[in-house]
């Protein structure tokens, strides 16, 4: 998808997609003139489209994006390490779940 990140908050997160893909310098645009251009280009022309296509198939795989295990197991460490603060009575609070985090683990 094509997008040219402005003030709302849908533009920002396709542009993140777009460059977690890989696909950011081909897809973010910075006017709405460029915009139009790069939509009638890719429209006209079915081997730029295809090799886009092609590039997103090609990270499919291994981009974190993709991973739905991984995002799942780590909303879960969230979770568990919201919960533990809740219990221990602290108040909530800004953390970061990391992938090797043995304190909170996803599992138990």
Known sequence: MITLPLEKMA??????????????EEMIVPSMKEYEER?????LSRPKLQALTNKLKSVRMTCPLFDTTRWVRNLERGYFKMWNLHCSG???????????????????
């Open 90 to 108: 602290q108040r909530p609070q800004h953390f970061q779940v990391t992938k090797n985090d043995l304190e909170y683990p996803y599992d138990r």
């Open 11 to 24: 533009t920002r997160v396709t542009g993140s997609l777009c460059l977690v893909t890989g696909l950011g």
């Open 39 to 43: 939509a009638v280009s890719l429209a």
